[in-house]
């Protein structure tokens, strides 16, 4: 019998990552070969994302670039725009299944025996009200990256008036400590050397079980994982500020495993407007984080997810945010410009941002980014690191991480993929990558 071939496109965030890549590996245990999107494959995966702008026109597009390199191919969306709009998207040309936030793992046992809608009808949707995405399932990403990202937690409690991810993924819920530490163990065994935990509010992690009972908390995670042996790398990928507690923070400090690396959401540096967005704390709070992390680790990185052009934001707002941010002793800034999304407290608020001033104020904040990169990156010339290299390799160049989230680029060795080497950072190029030699040995330059 011919083996079927299933291929993969992942919009979004680690999250969707980890949990396409867990799908993935459903498929090859009942015999599907995993295929390259291009390759003409027998079954398409969609994993959809409803926090990026243009969800629709997204899927749309890669729906019709499948169907190009297979015409034949059988065609499944799954991920948050599939929960949020499971109706919308069963009417896109050449769609056949769609499946919500409850039933997604189950997308191999639905799809045996399916028979595709007759041509011109729309698929058929397979998803529950979001109140039914109660059970936690693990996932994890492996072979598609040097790094692998483990979800832990899934689903939000909090009711951020511009979010839908409550809607799309449900209320807070984790796996346990127990279940964490024997699965990192497991890939621990397979050789990965660094892992990344994420979830939506990895912050929330404890709450387990049907009743949703708070056992253990992600200080009891960060602990316990750092005595796994055979990992050499854990990275917190995203932790509200209000969650990532003094405890946490020093922890790390003194850590044998977890990274000086820290990914906090800010959102806005007004104390007006993150009141408008219902977030849980103060740029006060989020200021006395950041302080306490540069004193016990001077040399951490802090990135910053940053939303410009939120209802009621004026120009003034705006310059407090900025000014806040240029102040703080923080790594990188991710910015994006507010979107409108449906059934959310956001859009009925009033004030509305004309695009262009979003559009301006997103450039602003983008490349104030740039000069704290490259600040904090010169910051680190000539000091002696060691970098893990990724298998990702562009214009004969390979890139790796040092421990605090430098970007290093060298010149493409197959024997350095998936590895650990000491280098000396050397300057850094215009591209804001950062060029290291071998210690006593010049052979890494750009």
């Given at each position: 019998?011919?083996?079927?071939?299933v291929a993969?496109?992942?919009?979004?965030?680690?999250?969707?990552?980890?949990?396409?890549s867990?799908?993935?590996?459903q498929?090859?245990?009942?015999g599907?070969?995993?295929?390259?999107?291009e390759?003409?494959a027998?079954?398409?995966v969609?994993?959809?994302?409803?926090?990026?702008?243009?969800?629709?026109?997204?899927?749309?597009?890669?729906?019709?670039?499948?169907?190009?390199h297979?015409?034949e191919?059988?065609?499944a969306?799954?991920?948050?725009?599939?929960?949020?709009?499971?109706q919308?998207?069963?009417?896109?040309?050449?769609?056949?299944?769609?499946?919500g936030?409850?039933?997604?793992?189950?997308l191999?046992?639905t799809?045996a025996?399916?028979r595709?809608?007759a041509?011109g009808?729309p698929?058929?949707v397979?998803?529950?009200p979001?109140?039914?995405?109660?059970?936690?399932h693990?996932?994890?990403?492996y072979?598609?990256?040097?790094?692998?990202?483990?979800?832990?937690?899934?689903?939000?409690?909090?009711?951020c008036s511009?979010?839908?991810?409550?809607l799309?993924r449900?209320k807070?819920r984790?796996?346990?400590?127990?279940s964490?530490v024997?699965?990192?163990?497991?890939?621990?065994?397979?050789g990965?050397?660094?892992?990344?935990?994420?979830?939506v509010?990895?912050?929330?992690?404890g709450?387990?079980?049907?009743?949703?009972?708070?056992?253990?908390?992600?200080y009891?995670?960060?602990?316990?994982?750092?005595?796994?042996?055979?990992i050499?790398r854990?990275r917190?990928?995203?932790?509200?500020p209000n969650?990532?507690?003094?405890?946490?923070?020093?922890?790390?400090?003194?850590?044998k495993?977890?990274?000086?690396?820290?990914?906090?959401?800010?959102?806005?540096?007004?104390n007006?407007?993150l009141?408008l967005?219902?977030?849980?704390?103060r740029?006060?709070l989020?200021?006395?984080?950041?302080?306490?992390?540069?004193?016990?680790?001077?040399?951490?990185?802090?990135?910053?997810d940053v939303i410009v052009?939120?209802p009621?934001?004026t120009?003034?707002?705006?310059?407090?945010t900025?000014?806040?941010?240029?102040?703080?002793?923080?790594s990188?800034l991710h910015?994006?410009?507010?979107?409108?999304?449906?059934?959310?407290l956001a859009?009925?608020?009033p004030?509305?941002?004309?695009d262009?001033?979003?559009?301006?104020?997103?450039?602003?904040l983008r490349?104030?980014s740039?000069?704290?990169k490259?600040?904090?990156?010169e910051?680190?010339?000539g000091t002696?690191?060691?970098v893990?290299f990724?298998?990702d390799?562009?214009?004969g160049?390979?890139?790796?991480?040092?421990p605090?989230?430098?970007?290093?680029?060298?010149?493409?060795?197959?024997i350095l993929?998936?590895?650990?080497?000491?280098l000396r950072?050397?300057?850094?190029?215009?591209?804001?990558?950062?060029e290291?030699?071998?210690?006593?040995?010049e052979?890494f330059?750009?």
């Amino acid at each position: 019998m011919e083996t079927r071939k299933v291929a993969f496109y992942t919009l979004g965030c680690k999250l969707n990552f980890s949990e396409t890549s867990a799908i993935g590996r459903q498929f090859e245990e009942h015999g599907f070969v995993k295929a390259a999107f291009e390759d003409a494959a027998d079954i398409y995966v969609i994993n959809t994302c409803s926090v990026t702008d243009h969800a629709d026109r997204k899927c749309r597009k890669v729906v019709k670039e499948a169907l190009k390199h297979n015409p034949e191919a059988f065609v499944a969306i799954v991920g948050c725009y599939a929960q949020l709009k499971p109706q919308e998207i069963a009417e896109i040309p050449g769609v056949h299944a769609v499946l919500g936030a409850a039933e997604k793992f189950q997308l191999v046992e639905t799809l045996a025996g399916f028979r595709k809608p007759a041509a011109g009808q729309p698929g058929q949707v397979f998803a529950s009200p979001i109140s039914e995405a109660t059970e936690f399932h693990a996932a994890h990403s492996y072979g598609d990256r040097t790094r692998t990202f483990l979800k832990v937690q899934d689903g939000c409690d909090y009711s951020c008036s511009f979010c839908t991810i409550p809607l799309a993924r449900g209320k807070s819920r984790s796996n346990s400590v127990q279940s964490v530490v024997e699965r990192v163990e497991k890939l621990a065994e397979t050789g990965v050397k660094e892992i990344v935990l994420t979830g939506v509010n990895l912050g929330d992690f404890g709450l387990q079980g049907p009743e949703r009972e708070r056992k253990e908390n992600f200080y009891d995670l960060v602990r316990a994982l750092d005595e796994v042996a055979g990992i050499e790398r854990f990275r917190i990928s995203s932790c509200e500020p209000n969650l990532l507690s003094d405890e946490i923070i020093r922890f790390v400090a003194q850590s044998k495993r977890f990274m000086p690396h820290f990914h906090i959401p800010l959102q806005s540096g007004s104390n007006k407007i993150l009141g408008l967005m219902r977030r849980r704390y103060r740029r006060e709070l989020y200021q006395e984080r950041v302080a306490l992390i540069k004193e016990v680790m001077p040399h951490a990185c802090i990135g910053v997810d940053v939303i410009v052009g939120f209802p009621g934001e004026t120009e003034a707002d705006f310059l407090e945010t900025y000014q806040f941010l240029n102040d703080l002793d923080v790594s990188y800034l991710h910015v994006f410009p507010y979107s409108e999304r449906e059934n959310t407290l956001a859009p009925t608020l009033p004030g509305r941002v004309q695009d262009r001033h979003r559009h301006e104020r997103t450039t602003q904040l983008r490349s104030l980014s740039e000069k704290k990169k490259r600040y904090f990156y010169e910051q680190h010339v000539g000091t002696e690191t060691q970098v893990l290299f990724e298998d990702d390799v562009t214009n004969g160049q390979m890139e790796g991480f040092t421990p605090n989230y430098i970007r290093v680029t060298a010149k493409y060795d197959p024997i350095l993929v998936g590895e650990m080497k000491r280098l000396r950072l050397t300057t850094v190029n215009p591209q804001n990558l950062m060029e290291a030699e071998e210690v006593g040995i010049e052979v890494f330059q750009h």
